[in-house]
């Protein structure tokens, strides 16, 4: 017998549990209360599991949202104490005077935090106030009306084999109907590429560029932790061309957020991110600090980084886009927790005046027209010059012309600059393997450095294996076809968890898939020249499982 789709009515439905999904809903029972009922489902075995950031939270959403949330013991405990920005050479670094950077880039008044324990005390926040939260339950699907608005989502469906056929165990995904749905799936979201695609909201708009950030967490020997530093840097071991840099976060007692995010926009094709994350450790400013710890945890996640110019409109018939996956991130400050989670309050009150004045299913149009006037809008306009002059001058005059740009707009509010567009997708700016030059990355040591296969178990990563890839290939044949000869197929590299291989056989090579290694980073969505991978949410609760990151 066909299994039928049961359904289930709300007034609101938020896709995703992180900053941005339990602020929105957190917000709406704050001002409506029991009038209105709101649902938050979340891909992850619990909240918090899939999130992942440095974190040096700007605490000002967070004011905004819960002014008391010191006494009601959110798991914050660590202000910045000492604020240092170094450029590293091969063997040494230059520390930047702070009196040289623009005050926005201060770290003063933060709080160092695991974002993901952030969640699950928002979370704990959410379900007190009446929120549903259903963990486990990825939305795989938007439902349409009629008139082409967005009424709700179908969650994934359970017990269906690799090959397609249903399992005894199967169940069919759920409906979740809503009167509005905002979509808070974090950079690069399946849902939100979808929704950007069939109302047109990126038209006028720049591509969104991306980083991808790999973090591990490490417990230091007590002599070596300084609580309350935050440490970034740029240069090595990247090349002037490549962007990026690092971040150390000490918390806690003897915690040390450790981490590397490296711009997708580079160009080599045998570039590794992961072995470059590695060979940074390998530094000596950074080496004797991690000596004698132990590493306790690891992942990697993809993050916003277009800014401004890459924003698309924010709302569709029947919902809109919040927090990250619309791209808030500020990317000089490497912050985007305290935008993501204002501009779902923003949202949250445009659905709050919307359901008290009995509409459903339109354009929140005082969303967008909030976002335009708000402090997010501001943040990012400050900044939207920076990420495009890194790109096209490298790192060193990049950052130096930047950083006169956000001083300017800073004492004069003006940008000589104007705003600067990003001209290609991250995807399209791969050079071509026969033009690179190939990187011999040093061998994991297994005390400071390692390798993929010990860091994703640190992740807490599983998949069922009986399940459908949800990495999907438009063209099986391209990753051989087309990707090796021309690209050296750079998955195998870029990927920070192992997940492609070519795989040598009797009559050649073969494309392989490990998607039970994926840690949903979304990497291989976004830089694959071929355009031909796309992510999707596996069966719920699948994935990473990340504690105190």
Known sequence: MENTRESMEFDVVIVGGGPAGLAAAIRLKQRAGAAVSVCVLEKGAEIGAHILSGAVLDPVALNALIPDWRAKGAPLDTPVADDQFRYLTTTGSLRIPNFLLPPLMSNRGMEIASLSNLCRWLGR????????????????????????????????????????????????????????????????GSLTKRL?????????????????????????????????????????????????????????????????????????????????????????????????????????????????????????????????????????????????????????????????????????????????TSAVYDDLKRVRNVKPLWSRFGTIPGVALGGLDMWLGQLFGFSPFGTLSHPKADADSLALAKDSRAISYPKPDGVITFDRTSSVFLSGTNHAEDQPVHLRLTDPSLPVRVNLPEYAEPAQRYCPAGVYEIVAQADGVRFQINAQNCVHCKTCDIKDPSHNITWVPPEGGGGPRYSNM
């Open 125 to 188: 926040e959410a379900e007190a106030l009446g929120v549903e939260i259903y963990p486990g339950f990825p939305a795989a699907e938007i439902l349409f009306g009629e008139d082409g608005a967005v009424q709700g989502v179908v969650t994934g469906d359970f017990g269906v084999a690799k090959d397609g056929h249903r399992k005894d165990t199967y169940t069919p995904g759920m409906e979740l109907r809503a009167k509005y749905t905002l979509v808070a799936e974090g950079a690069c």
């Open 196 to 372: 950007i695609e069939r109302y047109g909201l990126s038209r006028g708009r720049d591509v969104q560029k991306y980083g991808l950030g790999i973090k591990e967490l490490w417990e230091l020997k007590p002599e070596n932790h300084r609580r309350g530093l935050v440490l970034h840097t740029m240069g090595w071991p990247l090349d002037n061309r490549t962007g990026g840099g690092s971040f150390v976060y000490h918390w806690g007692e003897r915690y040390c957020a450790i981490g590397f995010v490296l711009h997708l926009d580079y160009t080599n094709p045998y570039l590794a991110p992961f072995e470059e994350f590695q060979r940074f450790k390998r530094h000596p400013s950074i080496r004797p600090m991690l000596e004698g710890g132990k590493r306790i945890g690891y992942g990697a996640r993809a993050i916003s980084e277009g800014g401004l110019q890459s924003v698309p409109e924010l709302v569709f018939p029947g919902g809109a886009l919040i927090g990250c996956g619309a791209g808030f991130m500020n990317v000089p400050r490497i912050k985007g927790a305290h935008n993501a989670m204002a501009s779902a309050m923003l949202a949250a009150d445009a659905v709050g005046e919307a359901l008290a004045a009995g509409r459903a299913g339109d354009r929140l149009e005082a969303y967008e027209a909030a976002y335009r």
